[in-house]
T-cell receptor
Framework: DTAVSQTPKYLVTQMGNDKSIKCEQN?????MYWYKQDSKKFLKIMFSYNNKELIINETVPNRFSPKSPDKAHLNLHINSLELGDSAVYFC????????????FGPGTRLTVL | DAKTTQPNSMESNEEEPVHLPCNHS???????IHWYRQLPSQGPEYVIH???SNVNNRMASLAIAEDRKSSTLILHRATLRDAAVYYCILRSNSGGYQKVTFGTGTKLQVIP
């Protein structure tokens, strides 16, 4: 069974469109994250949710809106997509602890044309 | 946020030990040191973590300097499957929530 899953794996879309990426974890974790990995391979945290509550928002444009319907899901909705949004987006989850191992999903490669 | 500094790349021969360094001179007392690795076209995966003492697990060992301003991930016998980007990360519990800052990562090349 996949621990952290993301859909879709690839997403190609035009500038200005709105798209969503879904993430689900079946590990019973309290905390979920979204990361962005750009073309230079820098991995940056975007958001963190703990028990459906937003706890970290790392100065991400408000075109990005995470939504957590329950503890097992953290979806990422992006409005008015821009070229610079092209990247690989990773979802992750962990227990709410500084020692908690983060489990990452396989990533979603977003290409904005 | 406390930051980490790692060499951009390193090479190792297969079956040889590898020592991957990480500097974190601004580490705070509540920061845990975590290491993750990312294989090509995959998400990062956890390797090991520690606070003050050296740690061992089935994947690697983590040696932490006495002043905690640096650490070294040790792969005892590098295999081709260990070729990946290794990230040194500090995880803090400051402010009542976790902040995670990834380093630049070290790309490890394993030579057969």
């Amino acid at each position: 069974d996949t621990a952290v899953s993301q859909t879709p794996k690839y997403l190609v879309t035009q500038m200005g469109n709105d798209k969503s990426i879904k993430c689900e974890q079946n590990l019973g974790h309290d905390t979920m994250y979204w990361y962005k990995q750009d073309s230079k391979k820098f991995l940056k945290i975007m958001f963190s949710y703990n028990n459906k509550e937003l706890i970290i928002n790392e100065t991400v444009p408000n075109r990005f809106s995470p939504k957590s319907p329950d503890k097992a899901h953290l979806n990422l909705h992006i409005n008015s997509l821009e070229l610079g949004d092209s990247a690989v987006y990773f979802c992750a989850s962990s227990q709410d602890s500084p020692t908690g191992e983060q489990f990452f999903g396989p990533g979603t490669r977003l290409t904005v044309l | 946020d406390a930051k980490t500094t790692q060499p951009n790349s390193m090479e190792s021969n297969e079956e040889e030990p590898v020592h991957l360094p990480c500097n974190h001179s601004t580490i705070s007392g509540t920061d845990y040191i975590h290491w993750y690795r990312q294989l090509p076209s995959q998400g990062p995966e956890y390797v090991i973590h520690g606070l003050t003492s050296n740690v061992n697990n089935r994947m690697a060992s983590l040696a932490i300097a006495e002043d905690r301003k640096s650490s070294t991930l040790i792969l005892h016998r590098a295999t081709l499957r260990d070729a990946a980007v290794y990230y040194c990360i500090l995880r803090s519990n400051s402010g009542g929530y976790q902040k995670v800052t990834f380093g630049t990562g070290t790309k490890l090349q394993v030579i057969p």
